[in-house]
Antibody, heavy 120, light 107 residues
């Protein structure tokens, strides 16, 4: 079964840092681009960023709202992607999903999401 | 960035109704348009890709159409499990962007 499981969410103060993990199983993780998407409570989906495979030089790109603060990485030996979030702001509060980007240019599957709350 | 606009933002319908909602891109995206369904507290689920291709396992009552800038998602006969929020997403160019969603509620 193709599956993604996020972890690492929690409560953090403004200006703090948090690192999310996304553990993959059931597919060839090393060959897949992985994306992060977030959703504030009651709001729509916002693309955060992505990391490509080793064959594509692990290239990363980010949404303007998180550029310079968030970093996506991966460990193919552990079938895991990461989202390191620094200088967190209250407006970063959201459920964060990881998802695989397929050849058809689709997001599938998605993890169950992990909640990040930025509050003092 | 390509802006995606969905309409309506919400609609009320009854079981058995045919419902259609739209997604408009601010620039042409050819057919690089996907539709997702999201139920409360759950992750989005891929329904339609490349504007009109049905994802494996998705019921045939779902269909998509359009190209360029204007797209539609149709549910031919609304079922109880279809009450959810539907998002369009363009995969034409980065940053990949989503529409604001259409919430389908029970009338």
């Amino acid at each position: 079964e193709v599956q993604l499981v996020e972890s690492g969410g929690g409560l953090v103060q403004p200006g703090g840092s948090l690192k999310l993990s996304c553990a993959a199983s059931g597919f060839t993780f090393s060959g897949s681009a992985m994306h992060w998407v977030r959703q504030a409570s009651g709001k729509g989906l916002e693309w955060v960023g992505r990391i490509r495979s080793k064959a594509n030089s692990y290239a990363t790109v980010y949404a303007a709202s998180v550029t310079g603060r968030f970093t996506i990485s991966r460990d193919d030996s552990k079938n895991t992607a990461y989202l390191l979030m620094d200088s967190l702001k209250i407006e970063d509060t959201a459920v964060y999903y990881c998802t695989r980007y397929q050849l058809e240019r689709t997001f599938d599957p998605w993890g169950q999401g992990t909640l990040v709350t930025v509050s003092s | 960035d390509i802006q995606m606009t969905q309409s309506p933002s919400s609609l009320s319908a009854s079981v058995g109704d045919r419902v259609t909602f739209t997604c408009r891109a601010s620039h042409t995206i050819n057919s690089y348009l996907n539709w997702y369904q999201q139920k409360p507290g759950k992750a989005p689920k891929l329904l339609i890709y490349a504007a009109s291709s049905l994802q494996s396992g998705v019921p045939s009552r779902f269909s998509g159409s359009g190209s360029g800038t204007d797209f539609t998602l149709t549910i031919s006969s609304l079922q109880p499990e279809d009450f959810a929020t539907y998002y369009c997403q363009q995969s034409y160019s980065a940053p990949l962007t989503f529409g604001g969603g259409t919430r389908v509620e029970i009338k």
